[in-house]
Nanobody, 126 residues
Framework: QVQLVESGGGLVQAGGSLRLSCAASGRTFSFSTYTIGWFRQAPGKEREFVAGISRRGGPTFYTNSVKGRFTISRDYARNTVWLQMNSLKPEDTADYYC?????????????????WGQGTQVTVSS
């Protein structure tokens, strides 16, 4: 069993920054064997892939709308994945979820991820 806990969401003005964290744990969980992805879901919209990082720490992938603004990284000592979000826009407003996948490579298909966190809310005001 794997537990993923997101934190770091909140209310921020457009142009501001937030750093989301995804802390992973589990009795038999080996952090270094999982690819981690960030997804988001805005009200009334489908869930979409935001960013992902392979179990080896690279390569990383981003959806086009966040390229150059968001950075994903992982800390193996802390079993944590970070999502640094800069130059935030109102359209970034959503619930953000991290998820783990046993695949060695990043996939943008949410169905390939087997464990999900509870989400953290990000609101960007204009």
């Amino acid at each position: 069993q794997v537990q993923l806990v997101e934190s770091g969401g909140g209310l921020v003005q457009a142009g501001g920054s937030l750093r989301l964290s995804c802390a992973a744990s589990g009795r038999t969980f080996s952090f270094s064997t999982y690819t981690i992805g960030w997804f988001r879901q805005a009200p009334g919209k489908e869930r979409e892939f935001v960013a992902g990082i392979s179990r080896r720490g690279g390569p990383t992938f981003y959806t086009n709308s966040v390229k150059g603004r968001f950075t994903i990284s992982r800390d193996y000592a802390r079993n944590t994945v970070w999502l640094q979000m800069n130059s935030l826009k109102p359209e970034d407003t959503a619930d953000y979820y991290c998820a783990s996948s046993p695949d060695g490579s990043v996939t943008q298909n949410g169905g390939d991820y087997d464990y999900w966190g509870q989400g953290t809310q990000v609101t960007v005001s204009s």
